[in-house]
């Protein structure tokens, strides 16, 4: 299991541009990803399932039922085999997975390929002791779920919507919703550069993906008083002193750049990173500059968004009993001589609707040059915590790990689950253990692969197998 996962994590597949590639295949989420799905296809192969690949969008390694068995009685596994940006700060290779002090490093060892790996010996350790599959189990691969799902929709629809299943690509015990995820841009136009006396602001560029917080981020100012460039240089000095953020500050040509450095984390937990961006236009705030529409967009951005998480500012802190409030997170940001914007990943209750988060964000902007771009709304997920499979999955779970009445909870993260009509979060992340999901460092304790693998055969075995003597496992 651990070599496999090796071979896996070696691949850095990051979703690129679609491409043919020399025996005709078309690598559509580009040649990164199609090489590690066709790794995972293979050894689903070598351990005696079967497979299929819906047309390079996606594709499942299948361990069929019983013949008898109704054809649409499907449980799924859904995991995904793309990562995000490894990005800054790893104190080891990203895509050299060592294993050291009991543990794995590697972008992608606990999101999601970690799990798809543990998912998969989960059914051949079961197929090896004897077990049958009275249900199909189809342990499905995703190749595009951090950057849209258009792979997994188009699945669907080439081999068929499981009857229920999981996703090991969330939190243990178990997720029963899931927030609803909102990416837009918030962008503004800008006019000829102008000319004069002062500084100007040119070119500004951060972050690697909308749900992660930005960890770096930069600004090119110009100007032909050089005596300004000094006193950018104190004055980051003295931010620096004066908050603790840190600033780097160095000439490029006839040009100064302004870095932040702040710290990752997931979009969904926001509050766990600190964004450089936000850090950078704080900073930049304190200066006027020639043209004034970088006066204005960072004064709107102090204002409205700066260091908040949950929307407040910005007037759209929605919340719900059910779920909680919103989650707001600043991904991606850029200025050039064309455009200022930058993209908001925002996570809303499960009863709200993307239409009021709208409406909300347009009256903060409504005065202003600034003009909103939508560009995905994955609505909420949720299914009662009375539901039969809420309750089976609960109590494998107590079983295998000794929890006494574990309870499902909510998430701002978005996973596959609210593709498919019955597959509920389910892992793989244990209670306690280091998150480091879309952060530098991304590890998974050897420890923890076995523990999540014997939970998942657990699962397996309850809700779909007889066991080796012919008897449905109860």
Request: charged content about 30%.
């Amino acid at each position: 299991m651990q070599s496999s996962l090796q071979e896996l994590i070696r691949i850095p597949s990051v979703k690129g541009s679609p491409v043919r590639l020399p025996d005709g295949t078309v690598a559509r989420y580009g040649k990164e990803v199609q090489k590690v799905y066709e790794k995972a296809l293979s050894l689903g192969r070598e351990l005696g399932f079967d497979v299929l690949d819906a047309d390079g969008y996606g594709g499942h390694i299948e361990w069929k039922g019983d013949e008898g068995s109704e054809k649409e009685d499907v449980f799924a596994v859904v995991t995904h085999l793309d990562v995000v940006p490894a990005g800054e700060g790893w104190s080891l290779d990203p895509y050299d997975p060592v294993i050291r002090d009991g543990r794995m490093n590697g972008r992608g060892t606990t999101d999601d390929k970690g799990p798809m790996i543990a998912s998969l010996y989960a059914m051949k350790a079961l197929k090896e002791s004897g077990y049958r599959p009275k249900r199909t189990i189809r342990l499905i691969l995703g190749l595009d779920e951090e950057t849209g799902k258009e792979g997994m929709n188009r699945y669907l629809e080439i081999a068929g919507e499981p009857k229920e299943g999981i996703t090991p690509d969330s939190d243990f015990p178990l997720i029963c919703a899931e927030k609803g995820i909102l990416n837009f841009r918030l962008a503004m136009r800008l006019r000829k550069r102008p000319a004069g006396k002062g500084m100007l602001l040119t070119k500004m560029e951060a972050g690697t993906a909308p749900n992660i917080v930005i960890g770096e981020a930069k600004a090119v100012l110009s100007s032909k008083d050089r005596s300004q460039y000094d006193m950018v240089r104190e004055k980051a000095k003295q931010y620096t002193e004066e908050t603790g953020n840190k600033l780097r500050v160095r000439g490029v040509g006839s040009s100064l750049l302004v870095e932040a450095v702040g710290r990752t984390a997931h979009g969904s937990t926001p509050e766990k990173g600190l964004n450089a961006y936000s850090i950078l236009m704080d900073f930049l705030g304190a200066f006027t500059f020639v043209n004034e529409e970088a006066n204005d967009f960072i004064a709107f951005y102090n204002e409205k968004i700066a260091f908040c998480t949950d929307g407040s500012l910005i007037g759209c802190d929605f919340t719900d009993e059910a779920s909680g409030g919103t989650v707001f997170n600043v991904g991606l940001a850029s200025w050039n001589e064309e455009m200022a914007e930058f993209t908001v990943n925002l996570r809303y209750p499960v009863t709200c609707r993307s239409e009021e988060i709208y409406q909300a964000l347009e009256l903060a902007f409504q005065d202003t040059e600034i003009g909103l771009i939508k560009e995905s709304d994955d609505p909420p997920f949720y299914l009662p915590v009375d539901d039969p499979l809420i309750e089976e999955l609960l109590a494998v779970y107590a079983e295998e790990t000794g929890v006494n009445d574990p309870q499902p909870i909510v998430e701002s993260g978005g996973s596959y689950a609210k593709l498919f009509k019955r597959v509920v979060p389910f892992g793989a992340l244990l209670p306690g253990q280091e998150d480091r999901i879309h952060r530098a460092d991304e590890y998974i304790e050897l420890e923890v692969l076995d523990k999540i693998a014997c939970i998942y055969a657990a699962t397996l075995a309850r809700l779909c197998c007889e066991d080796r003597d012919g008897l449905r496992e109860e």
